[in-house]
Nanobody, 125 residues
Framework: QLQLVESGGGLVQPGGSLRLSCAASGFSLDSRAIGWFRQAPGKEREGVLCISRSGGSQNYAASVKGRFTISRDNAKNTVYLQMNSLKPEDTAVYYC??????????????????WGQGTQVTVSS
């Protein structure tokens, strides 16, 4: 069974940090581009960042530039999203998704083939 599982979400104060993990089971991530997406209440799901097979990243959301970074550990079959200087507007369910391709694409959801179930991130004092 092919599965992506996100973890690391939670409640954090504004200005704080969280690191989300995206772990795969049933298949290898090391040849795939992986994206992080988020969906806030009442809003559409939006792309955040993507990392290619080679480790290059593509920013989908201008609002996270300089605050969020994406990385991967192929030995652990895991991709991470490091989120710093969190703001209340970062509150959302965060999803990771895998492409069949090694390269990042645009942020359209249909470019991604496998999705996790999401992890809630709440930024509030």
């Amino acid at each position: 069974q092919l599965q992506l599982v996100e973890s690391g979400g939670g409640l954090v104060q504004p200005g704080g940090s969280l690191r989300l993990s995206c772990a795969a089971s049933g298949f290898s991530l090391d040849s795939r581009a992986i994206g992080w997406f988020r969906q806030a209440p009442g809003k559409e799901r939006e792309g955040v960042l993507c990392i290619s097979r080679s480790g290059g990243s593509q920013n989908y959301a201008a609002s996270v530039k300089g605050r969020f970074t994406i990385s991967r550990d192929n030995a652990k079959n895991t991709v991470y999203l490091q989120m710093n200087s969190l703001k209340p507007e970062d509150t959302a369910v965060y999803y990771c998704a895998a492409r069949s391709s090694s390269y990042c694409s645009g942020p359209a959801l249909q470019f991604y083939d496998y999705w996790g179930q999401g992890t809630q991130v709440t930024v509030s004092s």
